[in-house]
């Protein structure tokens, strides 16, 4: 009897591990955007979602927006008028209008790394263009466009090393560093694509700054040792495609002053010739091409004083904490700078008289 007693008196502890799902959402009653895009109003923000919708013959897309004035009562005002309830966690791309980008990016980014309702991981770019025409141009797109934002910035399906690719954590750390910047890709509506790269967007301190080409990032890619295999680089004389490519550092601090060699070397392919350059000409006129343009991105960056290459990482052990917030300031301005460029033919194609 007691045993019985004992039994009945612990069932209603059993039901409760029983009801630990009652607020969750069937998959069947969400709505998942692999996008959001997101304007400055006057008051507020704007918001777009592009959200899927798959067919027996194709995947299109549906753009939903909503006004407020801050994204959270946007998105929920948006569940409220929609059958199924909205799901940020599978965000893929985000997408910022200039305008908000040269205001500043803090108080969107902080909020979304609070909230955890957009993943962290979340690639960012910001729409050079009416992002209102840009949305929409991608609803209207002929044969659907549902996957479009997220295949382009995808590694293993349209990204290109000439653009920048960057992530909500990461522009939300250079935010809050004195050493570190971020570019994050400009976008707009192609002529003849769909897409078009614009170049890519100096962040200091979660405003846009200033803005570099693709070629420029190019080289912010391979500073940073991304990959920049399959970029062709066309010469006067020759084309060649990058096969691989690293970077190699030497830094020194004297008489508070930063000092920074650079050795970027790449192994390229010759694709094709115009006329009968030798190897030498085309590995010389490669190296100048790139020296120049190397220089220049430096040149355009301590004028702006935005660290996006991340310089200062380097002698952050070399400057007194209390002194690393003028780091951009102070000490980069004055970056002593050697860079060094090293191409290496490893593949002559049908080139002739490779020995001259």
Known sequence: MLKKMLIFSLLPFLLFPLSGCWDNRDI???VMPISIGVAKM??????????PEPSSESLGTRIVTGEGE????????????MESAVDLLHVKVIVVDK???????????SGFIRSRDVSAKAVIAICDDNIDQF???????????????LDYFEKYSGWDPHVALS??????????SYTRDVAIPMIKRGQTTFLEIVGSAVIKNGRLVE?????????????????TRGKIEILDDASVMILSNDTDYKAEFTDQTPHLQTTFNFSVMILET????????????LEELLLDRYKALIVKLKTSEADILGIGQHFRKEIPRKDLKNWRSDYYPNLAFNPIIQVDIQNYGNLKHTTN
């Open 70 to 81: 801050t994204i959270n009562q946007i998105i929920d005002n948006i569940s409220v008028n």
């Open 274 to 285: 115009n006329g009968n350059p030798s190897a030498q000409d085309i590995k010389m006129n």
């Open 42 to 51: 006057d008051e507020g923000y704007k918001v777009f979602l592009q959200i």
């Open 167 to 176: 992530r909500v954590w990461e522009v939300y750390r250079s935010s809050h």
């Open 135 to 149: 949305f929409e141009s991608m609803e209207n797109a002929e044969g659907g466009e549902g996957t479009i934002l």
């Open 99 to 109: 305008r908000l980008a040269e205001e500043g990016l803090n108080d969107l980014i």
């Open 28 to 30: 069947n009653h969400r």
């Open 211 to 227: 803005v570099i080409s693709s070629d420029e990032t190019l080289l912010y890619n391979a500073f940073n040792n991304k990959s």
